[in-house]
């Protein structure tokens, strides 16, 4: 099954950038859609942006949106979320999943990656 691995959490100081990156292995095709998402403690999780790998159409959550982009390298089967200007209540773990066309539902998901953002 699709596999999925996160990398380039951190901590950083409130103003600057992070870049993260996802790592998609196994049966992974074009035909999925990537999302990020992320869980600050005692909040649901949420969604802050995602790509159709066929199309190329991305979209972002209001509270990213402007600060934070989402790209891809096909051919290395990675997805990067680069976030910058971050602010104390990005600090969160952020989560990249992967949804079929087939099911529209996010049934993969990777580990997750702590970013922490100091005021």
């Known amino acids: 099954q699709v596999q999925l691995a996160e990398s380039g959490g951190g901590l950083v100081q409130a103003g600057g950038s992070l870049r993260l990156s996802c790592t998609a292995s196994g049966p992974f095709n074009s035909r999925y859609t990537i999302g990020w998402f992320r869980q600050a403690p005692g909040k649901d999780r949420d969604i802050v942006a995602s790509?159709?790998?066929?199309?190329?159409?991305?979209t972002y959550s209001d509270s990213v949106k402007g600060r934070f982009t989402i790209s891809t390298d096909s051919a290395e089967k990675q997805v990067y979320l680069q976030m910058n200007s971050l602010k104390p209540e990005d600090t969160a773990v952020y989560y990249c999943a992967a949804k079929s066309a087939l099911t529209r539902t996010y049934d993969f998901w990777g580990q997750g990656t702590q970013v922490t953002v100091a005021s």
């Open positions: 790509l159709n790998w066929v199309s190329g159409s991305t």
